[in-house]
């Protein structure tokens, strides 16, 4: 499959298909008569990275993990630790994200009580 095509198949960005190819990580990717070929590795390769890319991850992140992943010896742990960084990260901004809402509707809430009941 060509980069074309996996980008048009699975709705990945040519981005991040260049990105994945200039990383060097594309150990089953082969230059047939100028085009890469990918296959069903290089396709869970690339899902993997879209995730880390929808879960938050740098590109530097992303390539990091990635390298760790194709290492796989002794890499879990490493792995483990960014996604533990990236969660804990995750988590306190949605406890921010909490609290301005709580702040929020208490506005609204002060603001409701003090126009008094609505008008008919």
Known sequence: M????ASERYQIPMKILREYESWGLCGAVKDVMGAWQYDDTDLERLSTIMTLHDIGFTSEEV???MRLLLERENSDQARLRMLDRKRSAALDE????ERQLERLDYLRHELRKKQGPPRE
């Open 63 to 65: 390539e990091t993990y």
């Open 94 to 97: 949605i406890h921010f994200r």
């Open 2 to 5: 060509t980069i074309q095509e």
